[in-house]
């Protein structure tokens, strides 16, 4: 599984962006930058999609 994966099923499980942000970081060994440079990866092909 990478990132965007997990991302994507703990944000279909209504799980909170801290609670994603944490899970990543502890998951992957991301700092804290790194995971949310992945979740805002996450959002801009989310976004992308829905346009």
Known sequence: MDPLE???DKFSQDCTIDT???L???HFH???EE???KID???EIVE???K
């Open 6 to 8: 997990l991302i994507r």
């Open 20 to 22: 994603v942000l944490r």
């Open 24 to 26: 990543v970081m502890a």
């Open 30 to 32: 991301l700092s804290d």
């Open 35 to 37: 995971a949310q440079a």
């Open 41 to 43: 990866e996450y959002f």
């Open 48 to 50: 992308g999609d829905s």
